[in-house]
């Protein structure tokens, strides 16, 4: 069992930045890995960001690319979204993702099967 507990979240103005960070408890395994997803009111749970815990390797989701940069540490289990040159359409719910098995995929709410509480980014224009 895996717990997450996400921070970071907040109201900040176009163009700005936030820093989100998701603290991960419990058993991982060889195929662990993080992912930020987020939703917006009225709009599905959409992918952002996902590192493989084993290599780092990263991936984005083409609106973020350039602009978002997700980062682990692995001594304190935590993964980090570093948000830059935030815009309004930013603005969701974030929510931390993990998973202990291993998958080629990283980009679907069914790819994870632990979730933390999510936190709210609020970008105003």
């Known amino acids: 069992q895996v717990q997450l507990v996400e921070s970071g979240g907040g109201l900040v103005q176009a163009g700005g930045s936030l820093r989100l960070s998701c603290a991960a408890s419990?058993?991982?395994?060889?195929?662990?890995?993080m992912g930020w997803f987020r939703q917006a009111p009225g709009k599905e749970r959409e992918f952002v960001t996902a590192?493989?815990?084993?290599?780092?390797?990263?991936y984005y989701a083409d609106s973020v690319k350039g602009r978002f940069t997700i980062s682990r540490d692995i001594a304190k289990n935590t993964v980090y979204l570093q948000m830059n040159r935030l815009k309004p359409e930013d603005t969701a719910v974030y929510y931390c993702?993990?998973?202990?098995?291993?998958?080629?995929?990283?980009?679907?709410?069914?790819?994870?099967?632990?979730w933390g509480q999510g936190t709210q980014v609020t970008v105003s224009s």
């Open positions: 993702a993990a998973r202990n098995s291993y998958s080629s995929s990283f980009y679907y709410t069914t790819d994870y099967a632990y």
């Open positions: 419990g058993r991982t395994s060889s195929g662990y890995a």
């Open positions: 590192i493989a815990w084993s290599g780092g390797y990263t």
